[in-house]
């Protein structure tokens, strides 16, 4: 038999050539879970504020093209002469714009960030998700589709907006809007009619989702607390769908008009 031969020592590696840890990429302050989920969450509160006092403020159309229009007329004019003219009207429609702009580049960076960390395989056994839960993206951009169409036919006047939209003007001094006019004259459109629907009703499954939601990244945690809140954001999106729903079937019907 042959001896076997001998093994060679292993050669300790140098200290100096062992490779250095990779470092984890850290996520900036701003863009951590925490802070994105705060920024839907606040951004969400305020814009659901906006849209209630705004349904209120549509219901001033029941009494008819007077008061509607004075209202309107307010709106642009109110604060004066401490702001100009327009000049508080235009800060809400800055603040609005921002946090849509903060809303929208928050919820999907959440989204991509849950989507890459799935991996390629879906968890069958979880509990099933509400309609409002999953249309969440759905319903989000048709309502910022909303908003751009909204703007173009009811502020601006222009591609979308009814060939006899009338603009606001000044007469002997006095600002004339005709708020009324405009908003019977684009939902009596049947497109625009059912397209207005359609929308609350999503605003309305947003909203009742979406108020949930900041519920639950707040850390709302007592039962008690969380089944008030998920009925306040049940009545607010059921208010919503339920008068600004109706203006279209109101107008198309000549109750208003």
């Given at each position: 038999?042959?001896p076997?031969?001998?093994?060679?020592?292993?050669?300790?590696r140098?200290v100096?050539?062992?490779?250095?840890?990779r470092?984890?990429r850290r996520?900036?302050v701003?863009?951590?879970q925490?802070?994105?989920?705060?920024?839907?969450a606040?951004?969400?509160?305020i814009m659901?504020?906006?849209?209630v006092v705004h349904m209120?403020?549509?219901?001033?159309?029941l009494?008819?093209p007077?008061?509607?229009?004075g209202?309107?007329?307010w709106l642009?004019?109110v604060a004066y002469?401490l702001?100009?003219h327009e000049g508080?009207?235009?800060?809400?429609?800055?603040?609005?714009?921002?946090?849509?702009v903060?809303?929208?580049?928050?919820?999907i960076?959440?989204?991509?960030?849950?989507?890459g960390?799935?991996?390629?395989?879906?968890?069958?056994a979880?509990?099933a998700?509400?309609?409002?839960a999953?249309?969440?993206?759905?319903t989000?951009?048709?309502?910022?589709?909303?908003?751009l169409?909204?703007?173009l036919?009811l502020?601006i006047g222009?591609?979308?907006?009814?060939?006899s939209f009338q603009a606001?003007?000044t007469?002997?001094g006095e600002l004339q809007?005709?708020?009324y006019?405009n908003?019977?004259?684009?939902l009596?459109?049947p497109?625009m009619?059912?397209f207005y629907?359609?929308v609350m009703l999503?605003?309305?499954?947003?909203?009742?989702?979406?108020?949930w939601n900041?519920?639950?990244?707040?850390g709302a945690?007592?039962?008690?607390?969380?089944?008030?809140c998920?009925a306040?954001?049940?009545?607010v999106?059921?208010?919503?769908?339920?008068?600004n729903?109706?203006?279209p079937v109101?107008i198309?019907t000549?109750?208003?008009?």
């Amino acid at each position: 038999m042959t001896p076997m031969a001998a093994q060679a020592p292993e050669v300790a590696r140098p200290v100096g050539d062992a490779l250095p840890p990779r470092r984890r990429r850290r996520t900036p302050v701003w863009a951590s879970q925490r802070v994105l989920k705060a920024t839907m969450a606040v951004t969400g509160t305020i814009m659901a504020l906006f849209v209630v006092v705004h349904m209120i403020g549509n219901l001033k159309v029941l009494a008819g093209p007077e008061a509607f229009n004075g209202y309107a007329a307010w709106l642009r004019e109110v604060a004066y002469p401490l702001l100009p003219h327009e000049g508080l009207l235009w800060a809400m429609r800055l603040a609005l714009g921002a946090c849509i702009v903060l809303h929208v580049a928050a919820g999907i960076t959440l989204w991509r960030r849950a989507r890459g960390a799935r991996g390629p395989f879906r968890r069958r056994a979880l509990p099933a998700r509400t309609i409002g839960a999953r249309s969440m993206l759905v319903t989000g951009a048709l309502i910022g589709v909303f908003v751009l169409v909204h703007i173009l036919d009811l502020t601006i006047g222009r591609l979308v907006a009814p060939e006899s939209f009338q603009a606001p003007t000044t007469s002997n001094g006095e600002l004339q809007v005709s708020a009324y006019h405009n908003l019977v004259a684009s939902l009596s459109r049947p497109g625009m009619a059912v397209f207005y629907s359609l929308v609350m009703l999503a605003l309305a499954l947003h909203l009742a989702q979406g108020l949930w939601n900041v519920v639950i990244d707040l850390g709302a945690t007592g039962s008690r607390l969380r089944k008030a809140c998920r009925a306040v954001a049940l009545a607010v999106a059921l208010a919503i769908a339920v008068v600004n729903g109706l203006l279209p079937v109101l107008i198309c019907t000549g109750v208003i008009g």
